[in-house]
């Protein structure tokens, strides 16, 4: 029965897109295409949901049709990430059923409609593929289809600019991942990962580290480690605000779940020293994604830098968990598995969240400049409400879902401290440090965008008269809401199939005490939390209003609150070295110089990636190209040169060889 | 007799339209003796397949290996006629630019690649190959503007001297031949001398001179790097349906005359000297043709350079050898003709609307011309081999062909290449495709012959991009089988 | 009958905050010569501020209230973690040194949002400081305590004690030296004492938690003022706890029972007193140099992890 | 009798010298015309030569081989040449990017390379070391004229003398290929001279010069 709902949610995905353009322009088509795909993501969640608890596996083979072997199984790490797709899908897809309608025109809205569920079947291949060739086919379908997506926003010379940079580094990490997989080759039998992972046990050291290194980099490309996410910033603030949901909250878990797939389950962990590089990737991604995200005040941008944060967490999970592989401690390395995997969840259901939420304060206010908002959370409750759950959930705060992955990941890095060897004592139990900074600067991050943006007086005409958005659009985000806070008080309900999928994973039993106070004791904090609270809030208190104290002058005005760049600026001053921005103050004077008629204050960054490493190397290819161009001198006499010059090598070659 | 009827056909619809004065009569005789034409090469298709091999006399054979690219050459030159039709409204009737002189020289040009494929003979091969050079020659410089009068005089003249190579090469296998025993009579037949190829190993040196010649030689053909330079200039200033014939069609018949070659010195002397230089021209094509086409200009230039990049690549899948090896490279040639004669045909359209085929002074594309900008968009993505279409499968199979050969070099060579190829056409196309359009001049109306054949090319490319059908999957295997 | 004891020792805890704020700020008034208020000063002030009206700014959101209830509600359940008397918590457990720092880092956010909420400058002010020191003070204070944790072998705060009580004071392993210094950095940062942030002043250059509760009046500001008294007493029962368990009841036995009180009296005593002395002694820090105070602490407890691993 | 063998004896060894001479000579001229000429000569003493084998193996095959020559070569495709030239009234200057005396010295060059080219398989294959250096040696000349000079019709000429080259080894090393594919082979270089002859005119026309090194406007 399971397989069956399995096939038909794969065959739904692929018939809404051809139903949704064979009658173009019909509004009414589209609704029911836009409802179709809610039901469809919600069955696919089912049948994920099913798959993960009960951990049965489901298959399809599809190689009797294509060239090479297609075969789609569900086993229990694939289930889990396929829960994130629809369990995240559903909702954004609520979401964007009156987004779409409000936002874009007759054939733009065909098109989200028709590329929308083609972007989740192509992730659901990805995830689902257990053959080189289907994972491949879903992996670059992904990319063409976000890229699809982001297009429908509009096409002006900058965005086709972030679009490039997206495309082109996709196709390079890509290039990398095929790489990874064809390594294997000339061991395995075949290129399914059943074969792959038998040939990697026999394979030599050499060839698994290559294969190590180039999964990683093609993974890492995919899922915005530090030196390759340029991509990720650029690209997620540009699409539809549910895409950027979808891909910032599920395109990236789908390169979590390669790697995975790759170093753990096929390659079946390594050396020390790749625990170390993830954790050091980790580690640098997340402390480089935060402190850029907390300079940023535009809000789409700002969690797209974060999404680089949560993937640098993550990974540091995967890299503990690699260092205990390699230091015969699986028991360890199954907990800290199974915390990067709870915390991929997590960030999936609070990122999809806020970037749902975002979407809805641009509807209501037409801005994503924080500067321009505030007050939001008095004139829209619900989202302002709903948000302030998705910021709580991100920084990790205890009764929210963030916390529970973190708290794992701290336990571990402390258990890193029993390993016998010297290095790991010391290298695990620092990252906690570092954990804990990525923790610290986020909250100040996130509490500078929530107080900036929900809270005090409106800064502009727009969030002034800014009212609450249609009622699907709540609904979603409150559902979204529900489990960020369902998990963080129960994160039993998932944590139990996650460590018995990472024991599987790596053929050992997961620690389960290791997490009691995880399972147990936080439901009855969040019960203590709550009787305080309803006993306090319960004491009946006179309220009265009035305007706020502004040191007895006549009335304030919201340009005399903190804005984002004033709120960021300590935290800026002492991580200047990160940013080394170039400050620009330039006062205009009204007649005498002592009355300035307007200051104005600019600080941009002027470190980045763009322009120390990939700039160069685009100069590279172009200069070489541009002095190859020359050689094409157009004088037939050069071209016979050329024929008699290859000539006469070869025969030199023939001579010598 | 069917081979007969195949050489026959183009050369009598030569003469018959060179008569017809009125150009709509020229179109409909073009028409109908391109669908003979067609037709006959079903037929033949059909017998060897059934047959295995078709002779007839000394000189004219056609087996598996010639019943596939005869099958590419068919379908390449039904989609030409077709689009033809409503690309010639457009010429300016000159002294020999009528359609009566375009028809009756394209039909020449077929009647001489169909004597290629049918040519048992190396020596007849040679001349057929040469005589195809002079066919198009007058074909490339049909507008008799001033590039494309510079473009004939440069392909006819680096092309003959190349081919002269060829018939140094040839001559020298002869010689081979002739030394080790194999009577004068038959020494250039081609099934003769893969008979007595194990005796041919006695002279090595002269079977590794004679490959020399031939790879440089048919390698000029074919457009390998230190020997393209003409390539550039003749396909992008023939007009398109010849450019899309010249990259879809000759490129294949010169690689077929080189397989012809390698299957000869591999079964004689062994396939690593032959394969070696295939790899080095393959790589060097791949790497050179990525980075040129960063800085090119001009669309129908740019096509053209990719037209170079993947013959490179289909060297270096058939320097890889074995059967996926092979297999893949064959694949890849026929994927390639469609994918790039749809790009041909859209940088028709695009000429048409826009009047200039300078990249950077297109924009709108996507408002003004939608089909001919969706036909861009799906040839794009093919040509770079993204996953739904026939490319993907091919450098799929080339390149599990290189790694499970462990040839590491050469398949990271051919990767980066292609991600750069990738950046190049992105970094033309979207500006081509986005932003508004400047100067609106009337709307392109498209003819239901173009729609036609711009949805065929889609369609192929995508059915082999799921599924390679398993009619033309056994007509593979017997072309492989004829070569190993 | 342990959960009786471990609710004992949170309304202990809960209701002798206001009275160690007094005999501090009498202590440091002492010391500067000068007559200050009585010693149950705060429990007079809460009362009266209980009773008063809530002055609510026009712009503000119904966070505005909550935030206040919120910073209780957590406080007090972080206080719920920490053994005081005898070596149980609450939760003990299940509870951990992280679930403390993260649930005091609760407080914290909330009012920070609910300082932002009032619109006025001071609230951003307050806000944008306490996030600095925030963000760098949370890294030292967790490390410090993973370092002890490491050496006891695990991370229920409880546990923790029990492992410390029986060894031998004159023993211990310097990483309990490094721990405690960066500890006491940290908490100065955390409950807002001298060289950090001025509790007692308005003046915008030097206060960071004043300012953030400068809108509030009535039972919110008494919540806050309560709950920052908790927070203070409960880090002094941690730093007690964690570093000086030798005392503390790890029986049930009426001796041992009638002995933790009066050990807890006195570490408090000693905590006040250097307290005071440090408030008297020091002035505050330039807020461009509350990083490298941070820093110092960070440097310390990076030492101690290290050394766990050395020392083995 | 002796007088014939004597003659077919004494052209077959000296035939290869004339050859040498001819391309000297071809490397020095200053005109078009006198190129011409040569390229005739050359032919000439080509078809002596294979007369010369053929008499000697008795193959009635070379007689029409040689027939060929003469009647194509040396005859038919100088004449068509000459017709070209005169039409065109263009000047007759050769254009040489090479000073006369540069491209006589690359010529002798060329020459010795090709004896030292073909010493290895002249021995093992038993063949007139000569003769095999004659046809590389006008091979290797035939590049060089169609590099160095800058005039088309040189281009052409260029051709034609690598085109013999080839066709001299065809004869030196194996007595003849097939006669059909001899035939094809001169049919499509009297194609190939026509169509170069075409376009030569279409150059006149449309950039009123002749000189090859200025069609530069494609690049790139």
């Known amino acids: ?657 | 007799m069917t081979l007969v009827f195949l050489l026959l056909i183009p050369l009598l619809a030569a003469l018959i339209v060179l008569t017809c004065k009125r150009p709509r009569r020229a179109v409909r005789v073009a028409m109908s003796a391109g669908a003979l034409e067609v037709a006959a090469i079903a037929n033949a298709v059909w017998r060897v397949r059934a047959a295995g091999m078709l002779e007839c006399g000394r000189y004219l054979r056609a087996d598996g290996l010639t019943a596939f690219f005869l099958l590419s050459v068919g379908v390449i030159l039904a989609l030409v006629l077709v689009y033809s039709i409503g690309y010639l409204r457009h010429i300016p009737a000159g002294r020999f630019s009528s359609p009566r002189w375009f028809y009756s020289l394209t039909f020449v040009f077929v009647f001489t690649i169909m004597a290629v494929y049918l040519s048992a003979n190396l020596g007849m091969l040679w001349i057929c190959v040469e005589s195809t050079t002079l066919a198009s020659a007058l074909l490339v410089g049909f507008y008799n503007t001033k590039g494309a009068v510079e473009a004939g005089w440069k392909y006819l003249v680096v092309c003959t001297v190349g081919i002269a190579f060829a018939l140094f090469g040839t001559i020298a296998l002869y010689l081979a031949a002739f030394k080790s025993g194999v009577n004068p009579e038959s020494a250039l037949d081609w099934a003769a001398l893969m008979n007595a190829a194990s005796s041919l190993g006695a002279n090595r040196d002269l079977i590794k001179l004679s490959f020399v010649f031939v790879a440089v030689g048919y390698g000029t053909k074919i457009g390998f790097v230190p020997m393209h330079s003409w390539l550039p200039d003749a396909h992008a200033e023939a007009p398109t349906p010849i450019s899309a014939l010249l990259s879809a069609v000759l490129l294949n018949c010169a690689m077929y005359a080189l397989l012809r070659f390698d299957a000869i010195t591999s079964h004689a002397i062994g396939s690593e000297f032959s394969h070696t230089l295939l790899l080095i021209f393959g790589g060097l094509s791949v790497t050179v043709a990525a980075l040129l086409m960063v800085v090119q200009r001009d669309l129908k230039r740019l096509l053209a350079y990719s037209s170079i990049e993947h013959m490179g690549i289909v060297a270096i899948g058939v320097g890889i050898g074995g059967p996926v090896g092979l297999f893949g490279a064959l694949l890849h040639t026929f994927n390639h003709s469609v994918a790039k004669s749809l790009m041909f045909f859209t940088a028709g359209n695009v000429r048409e609307s826009y009047d200039t085929l300078r990249m950077r002074r297109i924009h709108g594309m996507a408002r003004s011309m939608p089909w001919t900008s969706a036909g861009l968009v799906v040839s794009s993505l093919a040509i770079v081999g993204m996953p739904p279409f026939g490319l993907f499968i091919s450098e799929f199979m080339i390149l599990t062909a290189a790694f499970s050969a462990s040839r590491y070099l050469i398949a990271i060579l051919l990767m980066v290449s292609l991600s750069i190829v990738f950046g190049a056409l992105l970094h033309h196309f979207q500006p081509m495709l986005a932003g508004k359009r400047v100067s609106v001049p009337a709307k392109l109306k498209l003819l239901p012959t173009d729609f036609a054949v711009m949805g065929a090319c889609a369609a192929l490319l995508v059915v082999f991009g799921v599924r390679i059908p398993d009619a033309f999957a056994y007509l593979l295997q017997r072309a492989l089988v004829v070569l190993q | 009958m342990n959960l009786a004891i471990d609710l004992m020792q949170v309304l202990l805890l809960i209701a002798i905050a206001p009275l160690v704020r007094g005999v501090n700020a009498r202590l440091k008034v002492w010391m500067q010569n000068r007559r200050g208020a009585s010693v149950w000063r705060p429990y007079v002030d809460l009362l009266k501020l209980f009773r008063k009206e809530d002055m609510v700014p026009d712009t503000a959101s119904p966070l505005f209230r909550l935030a206040p209830v919120i910073l209780f509600a957590a406080t007090v359940t972080a206080a719920a973690l920490v053994p005081v008397l005898h070596a149980s918590a609450l939760f003990g457990v299940g509870g951990d040194f992280i679930l403390l720092v993260y649930l005091l880092a609760i407080g914290r956010f909330f009012l920070m949002l609910g300082a932002m909420d009032g619109g006025s400058s001071f609230g951003g002010l307050g806000a944008s400081r306490e996030a600095l020191v925030s963000a760098l003070a949370e890294a030292p204070m967790l490390l410090a305590l993973t370092s002890v944790a490491i050496l006891t072998h695990t991370i229920s705060l409880p546990g923790i004690v029990l492992a410390t009580v029986v060894q031998n004071p004159l023993h211990l392993s310097p990483v309990y030296v490094f721990a405690f210094g960066a500890m006491v950095l940290v908490a100065i940062a955390e409950t807002g004492r001298i060289p950090v942030d001025n509790p007692s002043t308005h003046l915008e250059l030097t206060m960071i938690h004043e300012a953030m509760v400068l809108e509030y009046s009535g039972p919110s500001l008494a919540l806050i003022e309560w709950a920052s008294a908790v927070k203070l007493t409960l880090i002094m029962a941690l730093l007690a706890g964690v570093f000086a368990p030798w005392g503390m009841a790890t029986s049930a036995s009426i001796g041992a029972m009638a002995l933790a009180p009066v050990a807890f009296v006195l570490k408090l005593a000693v905590l006040t007193i250097a307290i005071a002395v440090i408030e008297s002694s020091m002035a505050k820090l330039r807020m461009y140099l509350v990083p490298d105070f941070l820093g110092m602490a960070s440097a310390l407890a990076i030492l101690a992890v290290a050394f766990t691993a050395l020392m083995r | 009798m002796g007088l014939i063998e004597l003659a077919a004896a004494k052209a077959l060894a000296s035939s290869a010298v004339f050859l040498f001479v001819t391309l000297l000579m071809m490397a020095a001229a200053k005109r078009i015309s006198t190129c011409i000429v040569l390229f005739s000569a050359q032919s000439a003493i080509m078809a002596a030569e294979i007369l010369a084998v053929g008499y000697a193996n008795k193959s009635i095959e070379s007689y029409a081989v040689a027939a060929l020559v003469i009647v194509v070569k040396v005859v038919g495709i100088p004449y068509l040449l000459f017709r070209i030239v005169r039409n065109l009234k263009a000047s007759q200057d050769v254009a040489s990017s090479t000073t006369g005396a540069q491209s006589v010295f690359i010529m002798a060059v060329l020459i010795l390379l090709s004896f030292f080219a073909v010493a290895p398989y002249a021995r093992t294959l038993q063949l007139d070391e000569a003769m095999l250096a004659a046809a590389i040696a006008l091979l290797l000349a035939g590049a060089f004229l169609m590099v160095s000079r800058k005039k088309a019709l040189m281009q052409v000429i260029g051709l034609l003398v690598l085109e013999n080259g080839i066709l001299l080894s065809a004869l030196t090393t194996t007595f003849g290929m097939p006669l059909v594919i001899e035939i094809g082979i001169f049919f499509d270089l009297l194609m190939g001279v026509f169509l170069m002859g075409l376009f030569v005119f279409r150059i006149r026309d449309t950039f009123e010069h002749l000189d090859v090194s200025k069609l530069r406007r494609l690049r790139g």
Request: with cysteine; net charge positive.
């Open chain 1, 1 to 657: 029965m399971i397989q069956a709902a399995f096939n038909s949610f794969l065959a739904a995905l692929l018939m809404i897109p051809a139903a949704t353009l064979f009658c173009r322009r019909d509004s009414r088509m589209r609704r029911l295409s836009s409802l179709l795909l809610l039901l469809v993501l919600l069955v696919g969640a089912f049948v994920a949901g099913v798959s993960f608890w009960r951990g049965d596996r489901l298959a399809l083979d599809l190689s009797w049709v294509t060239p090479f072997p297609f075969a789609l199984t569900v086993d229990r790490l694939s289930a889990f990430f396929l829960l994130i797709i629809c369990a995240v899908g559903a909702p954004v897809a609520l979401f964007s059923i009156s987004y779409v309608e409000r936002h874009y025109s007759g054939s733009k809205a065909d098109w989200m409609w028709a590329l929308l569920p083609l972007f989740v079947l192509s992730m659901a291949i990805v995830v689902t593929a257990s053959t080189a060739f289907a994972f491949l086919f879903g992996w670059e379908l992904m990319t063409l289809f976000s890229a699809g997506l982001i297009l429908i926003d509009g096409d002006s010379e900058r965005r086709l600019h972030n679009i490039f940079i997206y495309l082109l580094m996709m196709h390079a990490g890509a290039a990398a991942v095929i790489a990874s997989f064809f390594l294997f080759l000339p061991h395995a039998a075949g290129l399914d990962f059943a074969s792959m992972r038998v040939a990697a046990a026999s394979m030599p050291v050499g060839l698994r580290t290559a294969i190590f290194l180039l999964s990683f980099v093609g993974f890492g490309t995919k899922a915005g480690i530090v030196p390759f996410h340029l991509w990720l910033p650029k690209a997620h603030p540009i699409a539809p605000s549910p895409v950027s949901a979808l891909m910032s909250a599920v395109m990236l878990k789908t390169a979590i779940y390669g790697f995975v797939r790759f170093t753990f389950d096929i390659l079946g962990g390594g050396p020390t020293w790749w625990g170390y590089l993830v954790l050091l990737a980790g580690a640098v991604t997340g402390l480089l994604g935060i402190l850029y995200a907390l300079t940023e005040h535009d809000l789409k941008r700002l969690l797209a830098y974060s999404s680089v944060e949560n993937i640098g967490v993550i990974y540091l999970g995967l890299g503990a968990a690699l260092v205990f592989m390699a230091n015969n401690a699986p028991a360890w390395a199954a907990v800290a598995l199974a915390a990067a995997l709870l915390h991929a969840l997590n960030h999936s259901l609070f990122k999809s969240l806020l970037f749902l939420g975002a979407g809805a304060v641009a509807d209501a206010t037409h801005t994503l400049d924080v500067e321009l908002l505030g007050g939001l959370l008095k004139r829209m409750r619900v989202t302002g409400t709903v948000f302030l759950i998705g910021c709580c959930s991100i920084i990790g705060l205890p009764l929210f879902n963030g916390f529970a992955g973190e708290w794992i990941l701290f336990r571990s890095f402390i258990a890193g401290a029993e390993i016998p060897g010297i290095s790991c004592a010391i290298v695990l139990p620092l990252m906690a440090g570092v954990l804990a900074l990525i923790g610290g600067i986020a909250a100040s991050c996130f509490a500078k965008l929530y107080g900036v943006a929900f809270l005090g007086r409106p800064r502009s005409l727009e969030a002034e008269q800014a009212t609450e958005v249609a009622t699907s659009m709540q609904v979603s985000m409150a559902l979204l809401a529900a489990a960020c806070v369902a998990l963080g008080i129960l994160p039993g309900i998932v944590l139990s199939p996650l460590m018995a999928l990472a024991g599987e994973l790596l053929h050992t039993q997961a620690l389960s005490d290791a997490v009691f106070p995880i399972t147990h004791t936080l439901p009855l904090i969040a019960v203590c939390v709550g009787a305080v609270l309803i006993v306090v809030a319960g004491v009946r208190r006179i309220r009265r209003i009035s305007p706020t104290w502004a040191c007895g002058l006549p009335a304030l005005n919201s340009r005399m609150q903190y804005s984002s760049a004033a709120f960021s600026k300590p935290l800026r001053k002492v991580f200047s070295r990160v940013y080394e921005a170039d400050r620009t103050v330039d006062v205009e004077y009204a007649q005498e110089p002592y009355f300035p008629k307007s200051i104005v204050y600019r600080s941009v960054r002027t470190t980045s990636f763009e322009k120390s490493l990939y700039q160069p190397a685009v100069d590279a290819i172009v200069g070489v190209a541009a002095r190859l161009r020359r050689l094409q001198t157009g004088n037939m006499q050069v071209y016979l040169l050329y024929i008699f010059l290859a000539l006469i090598a070869l025969l030199v070659f023939m001579r010598f060889a």
